[in-house]
């Protein structure tokens, strides 16, 4: 099923939430105003909750990459997003790129999670970029754990910087998506200096460190 539409079906079980959610998309013409686009999408909060998904909203999602992590405000602002880029073809990559400079941390870590379900989701490089440099704990998870946005889109350098920082800033790696897929000699050997360094220190380290550097020379994990 298209996301949209499969989104659609789920976003519609808060009517009231679903009805001014279509009154937005719809009163939303000119894709120069900026700034009625970000009204509407922060107003998605007035609507929908970021309480986690229940169970049956769990089975219902179960192509969405990292839906455990989502919320319903979360989904809201996906279909919203979806409908932009769906009615604003030449316009969207603006919109959403003005959505970011105005966003607050909650539409921030909306806007990192659905990157990767937007038609051209290489648009947004730098953003995915700029995410997972961020000093913003939130910020960084969004995009680094439960996204297959990294993993699709990010070079080896990137990427390479976003797992020494899963481990520096201790978070964990098993919800990184790709390790195998993205394992590489230089990370490996990053991710080896990197001990070295915690070790001369007296710290401690993480063990699953060295499952992705045998991973990285040796395929297994």
């Known amino acids: 099923m298209d996301t949209k539409l499969f989104l659609d079906s789920i976003v519609r079980h808060n009517l009231e939430g679903y009805q001014e959610l279509s009154r937005n998309l719809e009163v939303l013409t000119n894709p120069k105003t900026y700034i009625a686009f970000s009204i509407a999408f922060n107003n998605l909060s007035k609507y929908y909750t970021s309480s986690p998904l229940t169970d049956h909203q769990l089975l219902e999602t179960e192509h969405i990459t ?25 316009e969207h990559i603006d919109i959403i790129n003005q959505l970011f400079d105005t966003a607050g941390l909650s539409e921030l870590i909306s806007l990192y ?10 648009k947004f490089l730098f953003r995915a970029t700029e995410g997972v440099r961020s000093n913003m704990s939130s910020i960084f998870k969004a995009i680094a754990l439960n996204n297959t946005y990294p993993m699709n889109f990010f070079d080896q350098d990137v990427w390479n910087q976003m797992i020494l920082k899963v481990f520096f800033i201790e978070e964990d790696i098993n919800q990184v998506i790709g390790l195998r897929e993205r394992a590489n000699d230089t990370l490996a050997d990053m991710l080896s200096d990197f001990v070295i360094e915690k070790q001369a220190a007296k710290r401690r380290v993480n063990p699953e460190i060295w499952k992705v550097v045998e991973l990285c020379k040796y395929k297994t994990y």
Do not use: C, M, V
Request: hydrophobic share 40%; proline share 6%; glycine share 2%.
């Open 66 to 90: 990292g839906r455990n992590t989502w919320t319903n405000l979360d989904l809201a602002r996906a279909y919203f997003l979806l409908n932009i880029a769906d009615k604003f073809k030449q």
């Open 113 to 122: 999670k659905s990157l990767h379900l937007l038609p051209e989701p290489t």
